[in-house]
């Protein structure tokens, strides 16, 4: 993978990381999402859960030897955490809440803020390093931007595990992360089918350039347009995800930038000012 950062990164998040050269993330203020589903509440408060694949996305103090720990769990969706001790110098927890890990992860509670009674390294990934550490984050800022919590996104818990992998085996960033990207906003239920002109409602031609209305879909561009203008090749060939075409990446990180910071709700991304820092050192 290249070592140029992708400039549609942002700041890592405050969590005990994987890589002792990068340094101390900003904490991150959750944003809810701009449309979520409704809170699968039924399957997650007020029960006890054991051994449930999970990462950790972000973690912070919680009085004075504990953490509250926000996990992206493969079948409960991003739920919140007190891990009791976890800053304690022997606790076993302290070494194993790191992210970017899969973890086997044990709860209990009936209220929102849940109490973790077990977590075990899972193991079998490489970690990340470098830009691809930076990538890490981005995605987890992301995940915790964008998820509402107790909301069950099994589909793209796996694709995110698929997205650390490729990172970790150096596979190009900027397709790596405009795959996540575009899986994440099918899974909120936000993005748009970009095969087929909203105004036409005919499919997408290949030679027209278009533009991205985030609420609606594709249609042809206007003189007036502020948004980024795309080929209808790029929206083709991000629908079927291929990017072998070096315009349809460049287009493609344009566009995604700008849906991603639509559905942000004006929220910031850390991760991308860190990057572009970095890029011009």
């Known amino acids: 993978m290249s070592t140029t950062p992708d400039a549609t990164l942002d700041a890592p998040p405050a969590a005990v990381t994987a ?9 991150i203020t959750p944003a809810p999402p701009k449309r979520p589903r409704a809170p699968s509440r039924e399957r997650t408060v007020g029960t006890k859960v054991a051994g449930q694949p ?10 004075e030897t504990s953490l509250i720990i926000d996990l992206f769990t493969r079948d409960f969706g991003r739920v919140a955490l007190i891990a009791k001790g976890a800053k304690r110098p022997h606790s ?5 809440l790191q992210t970017f890990q899969p973890l086997s992860s044990s709860w209990v509670g009936k209220s929102e803020l849940r109490t973790l009674t ?19 984050f981005y995605l987890n800022e992301l995940l915790v931007k964008l998820l509402a919590r107790d909301d069950a996104h099994p589909a793209l818990f796996d694709h995110y595990v698929s997205t650390l ?29 970009l095969t087929r002109c909203v105004e036409t ?9 278009y533009v991205v209305d985030p609420e609606r879909g594709p249609r042809p561009e206007r003189a007036a347009d502020p948004w980024p203008r795309v080929a209808g090749k790029t929206l083709l060939d991000m629908e079927c995800e291929n990017y072998e075409d070096v315009a349809t990446q460049a287009q493609s990180k344009q566009l995604m930038r700008f849906l991603v ?21």
């Open 19 to 27: 890589g002792a050269d990068v340094p101390a993330a900003p904490v």
């Open 54 to 63: 999970a990462f950790v996305l972000h973690s912070y103090p919680y009085k």
């Open 92 to 96: 076993q927890l302290r070494g194993v």
């Open 118 to 136: 077990e977590a075990e390294w899972v193991g079998g990934m490489l970690p990340l390093e470098k830009t691809a550490l930076l990538c890490g």
């Open 165 to 193: 992998n490729q990172l970790a085996h150096n596979e190009p960033a900027s397709i790596v992360l405009r795959k996540f990207e575009r899986a994440l906003l099918k899974e909120t239920g936000v993005a748009a089918d």
């Open 201 to 209: 409602r005919r499919s997408v031609q290949a030679d027209v350039t």
């Open 261 to 281: 910071a639509h559905h942000l709700n004006g929220a910031p991304l850390n991760t991308r000012q860190i990057l572009v820092d970095l890029s011009q050192l």
